[in-house]
């Protein structure tokens, strides 16, 4: 065989272990990454030193309200306004400097 050909051969058996490998990570790592955010809100949770009931309610709105949102932009993510986007550009004003009065 040609050794171009068997060099290029050789490197993708070489990728394809390699994803193998990254695949097999993959899950663990995901599940690494989920213990920290839950470990991170449950620690949130905890300093508000809020009743239980009180953080139910408010995921409840929480949830309420994104399902209003769903349904008011017909599934569409709201884009964020811009401060200021409805008036006019402010103009701007020229500075005088001291060695410029007349």
């Known amino acids: 065989m ?14 394809k272990a390699k994803i193998i490998e990254l695949q097999a990570l993959l899950p663990e790592l995901e599940r690494k990454k989920t213990d920290l955010e839950n470990t991170e809100i449950v620690k949130l ?16 709105s929480i949830k309420n ?5 769903s349904r008011t932009n017909n599934g569409q993510v709201p884009r964020p306004v811009k401060p200021g986007a409805d008036s006019p550009p402010e103009t701007k004003q020229e ?8």
């Open 2 to 15: 040609n050794q171009r050909v068997q060099k290029i051969t050789e490197e993708i058996e070489r990728t």
């Open 45 to 60: 949770v905890r300093s508000a030193n809020v009743a239980p009931g009180e953080i139910a309610a408010f995921v409840a």
């Open 65 to 69: 309200a994104n399902r209003q949102d």
């Open 95 to 102: 500075e005088v400097s001291d060695h410029e009065e007349a």
